[in-house]
């Protein structure tokens, strides 16, 4: 009966060892690039369901194309506006029907209809909204994306990262694949939000009938004491100055997979890190506003975009040259072991 409640596999709790996902013999170590596939809005303001924009779309299909030239699938985890949007479909449409793109779904509660919530830090972590109003969002989104570009989407990400206890039980309902929400190393409690710290960076399965996937944002602790970072950072949330200092100083640097406040330099020594550490698949991420100067903190004027482009480039060099294949929602689901 839809609404009652049977408890089912929760996201917001750590995996068991056993939970590990394991992949083909031939896999390997492989990457993929996210895009949390948004509006555009004011980040220092609060949130809004009417101040926003959409005039960066366009944006993509330059960024798609740029993708293409290495051999690159991305997967654009669309919003509602974005979804909604003339402008979806002209700049990634042909590239979704090809097969060298692809969409999932980013939920942005405060964004999404049905509007029956108040607009508020605490509800912009869909998790924490009731179960029917969270499972209503989710589904009017996901109709619209597969209505927009006439494919059906199998990886979800919550906007701001804001996974709930019973999200995992809608995206089952719905035959999502992928969740790809949790960001590990991060605790975002301090505003209602999960808490991540203590999730890995394997990927994983959510529940005992292996049919949600999680595959988490890459983040990893650099330095003599990265293998004390996830006890040690916590405490140095509060103290940003100590935190620079332990990071100029080489001891201990947090470097999440993202081109948006992080170096290089510092991505491929994050690179270096993660695939020591025998990580099968690393999972890069930005927000698509960042693709158009003056709509993100990271992309300010023609300059930022050109080196944020370098960026990736970099970044695709690098990997290419320590031989980590691209890969994508659907190569990841065809060579997961179910068993």
């Not at 509660?109 to 607009?119: H, T």
């Not at 499972?135 to 804001?162: M, S």
Request: charged share 25%; net charge negative.
């Amino acid at each position: 009966m839809k609404g009652s409640f049977l408890p089912g596999p929760n996201l917001l709790e750590p995996p068991r060892p056993s939970d590990l996902a394991k992949f083909r013999e031939g896999f390997g170590q492989r990457f993929i690039v996210t895009v949390d596939t948004e509006e555009e809005f004011d980040w220092e303001a609060p949130l809004d369901r009417k101040r926003h924009t959409v005039i960066t779309i366009p944006a993509l299909r330059k960024f798609q194309q740029f993708c293409e030239g290495f051999g690159v699938v991305p997967t654009y985890l669309i919003d509602y506006p974005v979804a909604a949007s003339s402008y979806a479909a002209e700049a990634l449409g042909t590239a979704v029907a090809k097969g060298k793109a692809e969409v999932g779904v980013q939920l942005h509660p405060w964004v999404s209809p049905p509007f029956d919530e108040e607009v508020n830090e605490l509800n912009s972590y869909a998790g924490n909204l009731p179960y029917e109003l969270e499972r209503e969002k989710f589904l009017r989104l996901r109709d619209r994306i597969e209505q927009t570009f006439d494919a059906a989407p199998l990886i979800y990400r919550a906007g701001r990262y804001g996974l709930g206890p019973r999200t995992a039980e809608i995206l089952t309902e719905f035959g999502l694949a992928i969740d790809s929400s949790v960001r590990a190393r991060f605790d975002y409690s301090a505003s209602g939000g999960p808490n991540y710290r203590q999730h890995p960076l394997q990927p994983y399965w959510a529940d005992p009938e292996r049919r949600l996937l999680e595959l988490p944002l890459t983040t990893v602790y650099w330095g003599p004491l990265r293998q004390i970072g996830n006890v040690l950072y916590p405490h140095l949330w509060r103290a940003p100055q100590v935190r620079g200092v332990l990071a100029r100083t080489g001891l201990l640097e947090r470097i999440p997979l993202t081109p948006e406040g992080v170096t290089a330099d510092e991505a491929l020594r994050g690179v270096d890190i993660a695939l020591d550490e025998g990580l099968p698949v690393l999972v890069f991420s930005f927000h698509s506003p960042s693709l158009a100067p003056g709509h993100t903190p990271y992309v300010r004027n023609d300059e930022d975009l050109d080196a944020l482009y370098d960026w990736w480039r970099r970044l695709f060099t690098f990997l290419a040259q320590r031989g980590v294949k691209p890969t994508s929602v659907a190569d990841i689901m065809a060579s997961v072991e179910l068993a």
